[in-house]
C-alpha cells in the first residue's frame, strides 16, 4: 500500500523555521517526482517547491524561493521541507505528494500527481 505521511508542523513566530519530514511507503522516492503543496484557509492548493523526476532539480514558487528548500533523504525514503524566515503569509495546511515518474511529462500541476499525504498544519503568528 502506498502511503505518505507528513510531520513537522507546528506554531511558531514569524521569523522562525520548520522543517517538515514527509516518509513514504510502498514505493520508492528515488525515482518519483515529488512536490510540496500548501492551503491556506479559503484559498486554493498551490504548489510550493517540487523535485523533478526527470534530473531531480527543483521548483520553487516564487513566494517561498530564497526561504524554503526541498531535498530527500533516499536511503530513508524521505522527503524534507526546511522553510526558513517564516512568514504568517506561510500559515496553511501543507502536503507532499508523489506522482509516477515519466507519466506526465513535465507538468506539475496539481492534478498530476498520484498519491498525497494527510497534511500537516503550519501556523506562522506576527
Known amino acids: 500500500e502506498v502511503q505518505l505521511v507528513e510531520s513537522g508542523g507546528g506554531s511558531v513566530q514569524a521569523g522562525g523555521s520548520l522543517r517538515l519530514s514527509c516518509a513514504a511507503s510502498g514505493f520508492s522516492f528515488a525515482n518519483y517526482a515529488i512536490g510540496w503543496f500548501r492551503q491556506a484557509p479559503g484559498k486554493e492548493r498551490e504548489r510550493v517547491a517540487c523535485?523533478?523526476?526527470?534530473?531531480?532539480?527543483?521548483y520553487y514558487a516564487d513566494s517561498v524561493k530564497g526561504r524554503f528548500t526541498v531535498s530527500s533523504d533516499n536511503a530513508k525514503n524521505t522527503v524534507f521541507l526546511q522553510m526558513n524566515s517564516l512568514k504568517p503569509e506561510d500559515t496553511a495546511v501543507y502536503y507532499c505528494?508523489?506522482?509516477?515518474?515519466?507519466?506526465?511529462?513535465?507538468?506539475?500541476?496539481?492534478?498530476?500527481?498520484?498519491?498525497w499525504g494527510q497534511g500537516t498544519q503550519v501556523t506562522v503568528s506576527s
Open positions: 505528494a508523489a506522482r509516477r515518474p515519466y507519466y506526465y511529462g513535465t507538468d506539475y500541476a496539481e492534478k498530476n500527481y498520484d498519491y
Open positions: 523535485i523533478s523526476e526527470y534530473d531531480r532539480g527543483t
